[in-house]
């Protein structure tokens, strides 16, 4: 499970999704993405086994993933699988569900920044040392994204990142013992 990330996302978002696979991917991490699965499909039971595999979701959110059965399966599957939803804001709001988490706005389909990189590597219990600049994103929780971009704050922004911090690893391992 280490360094093994899983990526939730609608079709309509695969041109983006595959520059994050591969950024993350370059950044030393293991992503699975659901390239096979029907777009129709309501929900796929071998979704299961790959999201209990994985130390984290990250979870794209569009208007599209919002409506999308194959989605919401995806979040009640890792919820229920205690693994961390890290949202990706690419459009639209963000999902009342996933109020407070650790994420990003990427609206600009920029990719995640360093630091979030660096939790994502925290969650799945490896050192990650980011092998070469993404694109700004901002910090993302619930009450940054709701505001127009002309009322947010750049430092509270930032340190909205603090205002959810990840889990320290528990244990001598250096890997996380949740």
Not at 109 to 116: K, N, Q
Not at 118 to 135: F, I, T, Y
Request: aromatic share 6%; with cysteine.
């Amino acid at each position: 499970m280490a360094g093994q990330l899983y990526v939730s996302y609608v079709r309509e978002d695969a041109a983006y999704v595959g520059r994050l696979v591969e950024y993350l991917e370059d950044q030393g991490f293991t992503v699975w993405a659901d390239h096979g699965v029907r777009p129709d499909a309501r929900y796929d039971p071998a979704l299961e086994a790959a999201i209990r595999a994985r130390a984290a979701m990250l979870l794209v959110m569009t208007p599209e993933s919002q409506n999308s059965p194959l989605v919401r399966g995806e979040i009640i599957c890792a919820h229920a699988q205690d693994r961390p939803i890290v949202p990706l804001l690419l459009s639209g709001k963000a999902y009342v569900s996933q109020e407070g988490a650790l994420g990003a706005d990427v609206s600009d389909s920029s990719m995640p920044g360093d630091e979030l990189v660096v939790k994502l590597g925290d969650l799945a219990g490896v050192r990650v040392v980011p092998r070469r600049r993404a694109e700004p994103s901002t910090p993302w929780t619930q009450t940054s994204a709701s505001r127009s971009d002309r009322d947010v704050d750049p430092i509270a922004s930032q340190a909205a990142l603090f205002r959810n911090p990840v889990p320290e690893p528990r244990g001598t391992t250096g890997r996380p013992s949740w």
